[in-house]
């Protein structure tokens, strides 16, 4: 998968100056539902209503990619970009703002906009500040809804997931949920704690979705195949088993590698990957328990 988990992989080798060859990129649309479409590339997935009135894309990945994205928006149709969502403030899902809002205005939670202002750090990696022209120049609180294409584009904030800025869109009329990175299918997820993500509000903003949206909706993950609500029902039993796992091995006094040496994850070894393996969400989950928010993967010896 070309996304941010490259990126990272190289910022943790210590190459962070060897980026993707975005040239050899391509993007691939998939008819989803209705009027959305998912674009794929490198980066976090596109989500994108198409009709008569225009385009809405939800997240626009890699600023080298933005050419390429548009081409792809062409071959569905040649109305223009309106709007733009952001799902958070990654760059690998917001590295296109400042050339689609030439285009359309950027919509985004508050928190977005304000991280993106100040930049930060993201696992080892210093993310400078964001021009003005990348910014979003309408944000919301708790939720915000774009009427286009006979859509009714319901952007609702759940605090405390992946980040603190988190948007899930609901595409009501076509069935259709983009999840940003709250939802992901390479494996256990990246929890951005530094940036206010929890466990507990990845959780609740999956469970909430479940709750919401018929059974066959289609979801768009920010990360990774076309999905389910079967799909995601396993992701939050993950999520909520591993979580009460490393609760109990804290009130029983486990340190950090204890658990590791313990393997209190055991049965969950086929959602370790190369980003973020077992140990690494052994770690995340203690972090986020514990109170510790202090950025990225911090070191646990």
């Not at 980003?275 to 911090?298: P, R």
């Amino acid at each position: 998968m070309r996304s941010i988990l490259a990126i990272v992989a190289f910022a943790a080798a210590g190459a962070l100056a060897q980026q993707p060859d975005y040239a050899k990129v391509q993007i691939k649309v998939t008819k989803v539902g209705g009027s959305v479409y998912m674009l794929e590339g490198a980066g976090g997935n596109i989500g994108a209503s198409v009709g008569e009135d225009g385009i809405v894309i939800v997240d626009d990945q890699f600023a080298p990619l933005a050419d390429k994205i548009q081409a792809a928006l062409r071959g569905i149709t040649d109305k223009p970009v309106r709007f733009v969502i952001n799902t958070h403030w990654h760059f690998d899902h917001t590295g296109g703002n400042a050339y689609f809002q030439k285009q359309g205005p950027i919509i985004a939670q508050d928190n977005v906009r304000e991280r993106l202002k100040s930049g930060g750090r993201i696992l080892d990696m210093d993310i400078k500040p964001a021009p003005a022209e990348a910014l979003p120049i309408i944000t919301f609180e708790r939720d915000v809804t774009v009427h286009l294409n006979g859509e009714d584009i319901h952007a609702i904030h759940f605090p405390h997931g992946h980040t603190d800025g988190d948007a899930v869109i609901f595409f009501g009329k076509s069935n259709v949920v983009h999840m940003g990175d709250d939802f992901v299918t390479y494996g256990f997820p990246f929890i951005d704690l530094a940036s206010g993500g929890s466990a507990r509000g990845m959780i609740a903003a999956c469970e909430k979705v479940i709750e919401t949206v018929p059974a066959d909706a289609k979801i768009i993950p920010g990360h990774g195949r076309l999905s389910t609500v079967a799909d995601l029902k396993p992701y939050v039993a993950m999520l909520k088993e591993t979580s009460a796992r490393v609760a109990a091995a804290i009130q029983a006094g486990k340190t950090v590698q204890q658990m590791k040496d313990e393997k209190v994850l055991a049965g969950y070894e086929k959602w370790s990957g190369s980003f973020v393996s077992t140990d690494k969400f052994i770690e995340t989950l203690y972090d986020d328990l514990t109170g510790n928010k202090g950025g990225g993967f911090v070191k646990h010896n």
